[in-house]
């Protein structure tokens, strides 16, 4: 053999290669298992298929359709192994896994009409209805630009998602704040303020009444105020990420006391929402204030450290390319981000629903949270630019005191409030022990301030979990300073059901007392503008 044959590298350059070792184990084995296929079929012999994808008895039907899904499922375990095997940086690995998923979900024979069994029997059941019906529902998202995952007619902003009664107190080009009615005789005298993520809109936190994280709050007695982003459009296409702290948050919390007219309150972010929220708190901090009586974090980075697989769209050459479009004014599309975070789980995401839609011709059932998932947000480019760069790129967040908002110096060690800081176990975009990572950054003075809490499911389903017909569990365990996110989860205990009612428990702590509650919203200076949910909500991104 020659140099370049024999080489661990030869395959992909300088730094790059599989162990030549390793790559012909992996050969062999996967010959020895393709011709254990290959005799099976050879004898009429179905081989056993672990795949929801091909559960369907028809893929059964034939040993013919058997051994296709068997071979596919043989060549993506084989191209992962491979994928596992290149001996380059773990991020550059993550990218060629990713690259190969991708790859290898697109090419399973679910995906198109002549090797999936199930639309080829459903085709002639219907003779040729569902084809037709498919072609309709295909052409139908070309024009929408993107998959539809429920059936969105099912589903109406203000009529049966986002319907807890309120109203909007004050807006800006940034925002319109929403205060919600009490639905108690009494409510603690400190409100709640909710900052969800501006990267998707607020209704996912009030969705309809059985599973409204909104409506339970205020059914626990608590004044509620939420923050309703606007859809950014041409008129904001420059407002940058200091804009959305002191414009947005710092804002919306100003507004709040006054109404309420309290001097401390208990704010919640969620995702991207916690980031800004613990960045206006950091600002606060840094100019002699202290507005927060309790901090409750959902799914949140703060240490952006491990950004788990959306570490695959981080780059520096990806962030300048789009600093360059968009970084001094213009947007970032909402139809883009869903796309990218579709790709993340792009089975469940993207072909499930094109086997169903298109080539089996279903309607797509009503599902309330994805619904909401395709009710894209566009972003100010300047803004969604300074926060790729100094989070999961640069991680400036950690740099405590190196980085600027307001003219400031941020540090968030320096936030000093009781945090209730809640993860997901199955979350794939804040992986739980990043949003647990937040224990070391706050109340570094006063780490027994600070409680931890996961819960199970992933980013969405696993914060969208009321009491009652909830099936979940969650865990929790003592902090104690300097336990690592393993160790927590090694003592923690697991409690069946939702974790609504330990957070409810934490925050009634923090509220002081029950006072009479108010008939009217608002008050004199910040009257109600309009009837929750508001206008901003409604606007689709263009």
């Known amino acids: 053999m020659n140099q370049q044959q024999s080489s661990p590298h030869s395959m992909f350059g300088p730094g790059m290669g599989i162990d030549p070792a390793v790559a012909t184990q992996l050969q062999n084995d996967y010959a020895q298992q393709f011709m254990t296929l290959w005799q099976q079929m050879l ?76 639309a080829q029997q459903k085709l002639i059941e219907t003779k040729g209805a569902s084809l037709t019906n498919g072609l309709k529902h295909l052409f139908e998202d070309m024009q929408k630009g993107r998959i539809s995952q429920s059936d969105e007619t099912a589903f109406e902003v203000g009529r049966n998602v986002a319907i807890t009664e309120g109203a909007v107190v004050f807006e800006n080009d940034l925002f319109q704040l929403l205060q919600y009615k009490p639905l108690t005789p009494t409510v603690y005298e400190r409100p709640l303020l909710l900052v969800p993520p501006c990267i998707n809109k607020y209704y996912i936190l009030d969705l309809q009444a059985h599973n409204s994280f909104v409506r339970y709050a205020v059914e626990q007695g608590h004044t509620v ?19 959305y702290i002191e414009d947005g948050v710092l804002q919306a919390m100003d507004v709040a006391k006054a109404i309420t ?38 799914t949140t980075f703060l240490d952006f450290s491990d950004t788990g697989i959306l570490d695959v769209y981080i780059d520096e050459g990806k962030i300048k390319e789009i600093e360059q479009e968009i970084g001094s004014g213009g947007l970032m599309k909402g139809l883009d981000f869903n796309a990218a975070f579709a790709s993340l789980r792009s089975n469940e995401l993207i072909w499930n629903y094109v086997a169903s839609n298109y080539l089996k011709g279903e309607n797509p059932a009503p599902f309330d949270m994805l619904y909401w998932n395709a009710d894209s947000t566009n972003l100010p480019g300047p803004m969604y630019c300074w926060y790729v760069r100094n989070t999961y790129l640069e991680n400036n967040l950690k740099q405590f005191g190196k980085f600027m908002l307001g003219g400031k110096p941020i540090d968030l060690r320096q936030i000093d409030a009781p945090s209730f800081i809640y993860g997901s176990r199955e979350d794939h975009i804040v992986p739980w022990t990043s949003a647990y990572e937040s224990v070391n950054i706050l109340n570094r003075k006063k780490p027994q301030q600070n409680r931890f809490v996961l819960g199970a499911a992933g980013h969405i389903a696993g914060v969208i979990n009321p009491p009652g017909k909830s099936r979940r569990q969650y865990w929790v365990n003592d902090m104690q300073d300097g336990l690592d996110a393993l160790s927590w989860l090694a003592g923690a205990q697991e409690v069946a059901g939702s974790w609504w009612p330990a957070w409810t428990e934490f925050l009634a702590s923090h509220s002081g007392k029950q006072v009479k509650a108010r008939s009217k919203l608002g008050n004199a200076k910040f009257k109600p503008i309009e009837a929750a949910p508001g206008r901003y909500v409604k606007a689709k991104a263009a």
């Open 261 to 298: 007219r309290q001097d401390k309150i208990n704010v919640l972010g969620f995702c991207v929402g916690g980031t800004m929220l613990t960045n206006a708190l950091a600002l606060a901090c840094a100019r002699g204030e202290e507005p927060a009586a309790s901090l409750t974090l959902l």
């Open 225 to 243: 105020f939420l923050i309703s982003w606007r859809n950014a459009d041409a008129t904001i296409a420059h407002a940058t990420w200091n804009d």
């Open 43 to 118: 004898n009429s012999q179905v081989p056993p298929i672990a795949d929801k994808r091909f559960a369907d008895p028809a893929w059964q039907s034939s040993t013919m359709h058997a051994f296709n899904a068997a071979a596919y499922l043989l060549n993506a375990k084989f191209l992962a192994a491979m994928a596992d095997a290149v001996q380059i940086p773990p991020k550059a690995k993550q990218k060629i896994r990713f690259a190969v998923e991708q790859m290898v979900n697109a090419m399973s024979p679910a995906n198109f009409l002549f090797s999936n069994p199930e």
